[in-house]
């Protein structure tokens, strides 16, 4: 079983989002992410051993330990943010 864990930075863009139908679209690519943890596309350089999820228009960043079987959401943020 995969265990999640939130950092501080994901929770408190998640709980900044009001609109309900954004917040189902970001559990749905969760949901994706505990089926395949290596959906998203693997980051470089700085942030390397992350991977992104992109939800239209945020980025959903998160590391996947594969020797723990631990995701750990990293952050939620806006594209022109990068």
């Known amino acids: 079983m995969v265990r999640i864990e939130e950092t501080g ?3 408190n863009a ?3 989002i009001k609109d309900n139908l954004f917040k189902e679209k970001i559990k749905k690519q ?3 992410i ?3 943890p290596e959906v998203g596309k693997p980051m470089k350089h700085g942030r390397k051993g992350t991977r992104e999820l992109y939800v239209k228009p945020f980025r959903l960043s998160y590391a996947y330990i594969k020797e723990k079987d631990k ?3 990293l952050d939620l943020y806006h594209k022109k943010k990068q």
């Open 14 to 16: 998640a709980n900044g």
């Open 30 to 32: 969760i949901k994706k």
């Open 34 to 36: 505990i089926t395949n």
């Open 9 to 11: 930075n994901f929770q």
């Open 71 to 73: 995701i750990i959401l």
